[in-house]
Nanobody, 116 residues
Framework: QVQLVESGGGLVQTGGSLRLSCAAS????????MGWSRQAPGKERELVAA???????YYSDFVKGRFTISRDNAKNAVYLQMNSLEPEDTAVYYC??????????WGQGTQVTVSP
């Protein structure tokens, strides 16, 4: 089974930047379109951005123009560059392995906190 490990979260002020990384290991054959999702306290998990193996990307409206997703297929890694962060971006960010991987493939997530 695939294992996902996220890193790069932290505390940043409004307007700041962070770069999240996700490293996949184990059986990575299920990885197709990967992405990032986030869950804020009291809210449901939501998709932030996704990227296919071929590099096609999708962004949720609330991050368009601020976040950039990228992928290194050789390293089985996906990244999320987050700029112009806002307090509303505060959440636990999860590496999303895509629809073909088992539901328990998700990692532990990385906390992103944006102070006013």
């Amino acid at each position: 089974q695939v294992q996902l490990v996220e890193s790069g979260g932290g505390l940043v002020q409004t307007g700041g930047s962070l770069r999240l990384s996700c490293a996949a290991s184990g059986d990575t054959t299920c990885l197709s379109a990967m992405g990032w999702s986030r869950q804020a306290p009291g809210k449901e998990r939501e998709l932030v951005a996704a990227i296919t193996r071929g590099g096609n990307t999708y962004y949720s409206d609330f991050v368009k123009g601020r976040f950039t997703i990228s992928r290194d297929n050789a390293k089985n890694a996906v990244y999320l560059q987050m700029n112009s962060l806002e307090p509303e971006d505060t959440a636990v960010y999860y590496c999303n392995p895509g629809p073909l991987c088992p539901a328990d493939s998700w990692g532990q997530g990385t906390q992103v906190t944006v102070s006013p």
